[in-house]
C-alpha cells in the first residue's frame, strides 16, 4: 500500500494535494508507530523503516518517471 502511494505521488508530480496528503499520512503513521512501539517495538520498527525507506525513493522514481536518470 505504501509503494502504491509512493508510485502514484511519482507518476501524478502536478497534483500537489496528493503530494500533500502523503505527507499527511505519512506523519500520521510515524505518529501512530511511535505510540505502537510501547507495545511491539520490532513491528512498529519495521513499518517505520518501510515507510522510510519508500519515501526516500520517491523522489529519485519521480525522476526516472519523468525525465530519465
Same mark, same amino acid.
Given at each position: 500500500?505504501?509503494?502504491?502511494?509512493?508510485?502514484?505521488?511519482?507518476? @501524478?508530480?502536478?497534483?500537489?494535494?496528493? #503530494?500533500?496528503? @502523503?505527507? /499527511?499520512? %505519512?506523519?500520521?503513521?510515524?505518529? $501512530?508507530? =511511535?505510540?505502537? $512501539?510501547?507495545h511491539n517495538? /520490532?513491528?512498529?520498527?519495521?513499518? =517505520?523503516?518501510?515507510? %522510510?525507506?519508500? =519515501?526516500?525513493? /520517491? #523522489?529519485?522514481?519521480?525522476?526516472m518517471v =519523468?525525465?530519465?536518470?
Amino acid at each position: 500500500m505504501i509503494l502504491g502511494a509512493i508510485l502514484i505521488a511519482a507518476l @501524478l508530480p502536478m497534483i500537489k494535494w496528493l #503530494r500533500r496528503f @502523503l505527507w /499527511a499520512f %505519512s506523519t500520521a503513521f510515524v505518529v $501512530m508507530m =511511535l505510540i505502537h $512501539m510501547q507495545h511491539n517495538p /520490532a513491528e512498529a520498527t519495521l513499518a =517505520l523503516g518501510a515507510m %522510510s525507506g519508500g =519515501l526516500m525513493f /520517491a #523522489r529519485p522514481v519521480r525522476r526516472m518517471v =519523468l525525465g530519465g536518470l
